[in-house]
């Protein structure tokens, strides 16, 4: 069963940047593409950002511009670089891997909250 496993978090003030990881527990992860998703106390998941596996990136208007998704392939990892957060921004993040032809993988969450 593949793992993704989601870290980075953390309490941060408005303005400042954070970088989340999201590790894949097997190899496969160059075929699969990859998103970023989050969820607010109280509000529905929602899509913030997506790497294919070519490396097409596609993002949520609100986060485009202040927000970069990556993928290093030789350690299996994704990516999520957040620059100028903002208390809006506060929410669980998690990460999706997936492709169309079958497998869809969920991370556990990691927490960001920006704050003054």
């Known amino acids: 069963q593949v793992q993704l496993v989601e870290s980075g978090g953390g309490l941060v003030q408005p303005g400042e940047s954070l970088r989340l990881s999201c590790a894949a527990s097997e190899n496969i992860f160059s075929i699969y593409h990859l998103d970023w998703y989050r969820q607010a106390p109280g509000k529905e998941r929602e899509f913030i950002a997506r790497i294919t596996y070519d490396n097409a990136t596609s993002y949520k208007g609100s986060v485009k511009g202040r927000f970069t998704i990556s993928r290093n392939n030789d350690r299996n990892t994704a990516y999520l670089q957040m620059n100028s957060l903002k208390p809006e921004d506060t929410a669980v993040y998690y990460c999706?891997?997936?492709?169309?032809?079958?497998?869809?993988?969920w991370g556990q969450g990691t927490q960001v909250t920006v704050s003054s």
């Open positions: 999706n891997m997936w492709r169309g032809s079958g497998g869809n993988y």
